[in-house]
């Protein structure tokens, strides 16, 4: 069973404007974090924020924030002030444990998120 | 820079040929991780290593064959592989804690000819 859920396959956004990425999860944990992270064209994978399941708050980095719905199990990023440097495709992970013992990141199928000038 | 380095960053390689994949970090993690990652696919974890010890290996075929000698280095070893083997593959290493971040390598595109 999918894990991490995101239904965007594709997002545009004008620059300057804020663009949400939808993101939820599924897991019977009590304690698990979440993340997010940016892929540019070149592939590497850049970590942008994370959120703990225990944090109260949500989190915010720069202008990434994390919106994050306990209930709804969903977390979805906010991109404040898009940028052109912004264009990337956007994945959402948790470490969750597999057969073997470890805590491993799964990853959603990612959104690909394209800012217009 | 994530602290994660791959070699080489990109690999054309023949069907009968053989090539290694190379992971470096010097973060003092001790996982490390294998994904494959195909266009229009999400990402695939291929294996997993905690203290050098695979602990996952997500049925992946034996013409990929990793080997990690130590926590900080991390290797793929390619033979015989198919064209549909073309990929991005990215290495990541990361505290055993599961509530932090993985830091990923800049990936190893492989084309397979």
């Known amino acids: 069973a999918q894990k991490i859920t995101q239904t965007q396959p594709g997002m545009f956004v004008q620059e300057k404007e804020a663009v949400t990425l939808d993101c939820t999860y599924d897991t019977s944990d009590q304690s698990y974090g979440l993340f997010w992270y940016k892929q540019p064209s070149s592939g590497e994978m850049i970590f942008l924020i994370y959120q703990g399941s225990y944090d109260e708050q949500n989190a915010t980095e720069g202008r990434y924030s994390l919106n994050f719905q306990k209930a709804r199990k969903s977390a979805n990023l906010v991109i404040s002030a898009s940028q052109l440097g912004d264009s990337a495709m956007y994945f959402c992970a948790m470490r969750e444990r597999a057969s073997g013992g470890s805590y491993i990141p799964t990853f959603g199928r990612g959104t690909s998120l394209i800012v217009h000038p | ?113």
């Open chain 2, 1 to 113: 820079e994530t602290g994660v380095t791959q070699t080489p960053r990109h690999l054309v390689m023949g069907m009968t040929n053989k090539k290694s994949l190379k992971c470096e970090q010097h973060l003092g993690h001790n996982a490390m991780y294998w994904y494959k990652q195909s266009a229009k696919k999400p990402l695939e974890l291929m294996f997993v290593y905690n203290f050098k010890e695979q602990t996952e290996n997500n049925s992946v075929p034996s013409r990929f064959s990793p080997e990690c000698p130590n926590s900080s280095h991390l290797f793929l070893h390619l033979h015989t592989l198919q064209p549909e083997d073309s990929a991005l593959y990215l290495c990541a290493s990361s505290p055993l804690d599961k509530n932090t971040e993985a830091f990923f390598g800049q990936g190893t595109r492989l084309t397979v000819v």
